[in-house]
T-cell receptor, first 117, second 115 residues
């Protein structure tokens, strides 16, 4: 199993450009989410999905779109990049409901380091 | 408002010393998890605690969940340079709107263990 795979690992964008960060998991997890991590701010939830076709906003959704057409994939789209979106982005997946075996543990990808100039 | 407060934010200690990291909240959580994150990597789960008062040990690491399930601590005995990293706590709460749950992360404690 590869777990959670994010691509690319590094990206530099110019202000106003758009791009998609890819995330794929092979653990058949229903729940997937995107976080951004900034110094002193911790992990902040951008968007999440509880299953294919269902997405919802997290704490900091502005400037980002998501879709969930399959269980495996959960891409994050930056519509018009801004310097404030310079950050490290993490995708995570987990089982939808805690159970005796899962207990809501999140599995993270290695992250995408994005710089917007 | 930060739901989970971690302290200290930074910690630098000598190899062999003991340390404790705290994770506090005014909210009750269904479970609480501790993750460790190394530079350039994503967080990796260390442990999950579910029951109030629960204590779990992972080699030199001891995790405790508060009786009221609002707080937790991580104690490291005889710290090693390999323990260096960012330690994150995360609380899970039911999210009734989607029949699911959400994780809320603390800002983390950055630990440096000096040889």
């Amino acid at each position: 199993n590869a777990g959670v795979t994010q691509t690319p690992k590094f990206q530099v964008l110019k202000t106003g450009q758009s791009m998609t960060l890819q995330c794929a998991q092979d653990m058949n997890h229903e729940y997937m989410s995107w976080y951004r991590q900034d110094p002193g701010m911790g992990l902040r939830l951008i968007h999440y999905s509880v299953g294919a076709g269902i997405t919802d906003q997290g704490e900091v959704p502005n400037g980002y779109n998501v879709s969930r057409s399959t269980t495996e994939d959960f891409p994050l789209r930056l519509l018009s990049a801004a310097p404030s979106q310079t950050s490290v982005y993490f995708c995570a997946s987990s089982y939808r409901r805690p159970s005796a075996s899962s207990r809501a543990e999140a599995f993270f990808g290695q992250g995408t380091r994005l710089t917007v100039v | 408002t930060q739901l989970l407060e971690q302290s200290p934010q930074f910690l630098s200690i000598q190899e062999g010393e003991n340390l404790t990291v705290y994770c506090n909240s005014s909210s009750v959580f269904s479970s609480l998890q501790w993750y460790r994150q190394e530079p350039g990597e994503g967080p990796v789960l260390l442990v999950t605690v579910v029951t109030g008062g629960e204590v779990k040990k992972l080699k030199r690491l001891t995790f405790q969940f508060g009786d009221a399930r609002k707080d937790s601590s991580l104690h490291i005995t005889a710290a090693q340079p390999g323990d260096t990293g960012l330690y994150l706590c995360a609380g899970a709460r039911p999210y009734s709107g989607a029949g699911s749950y959400q994780l809320t992360f603390g800002k983390g404690t950055k630990l440096s263990v000096i040889p």
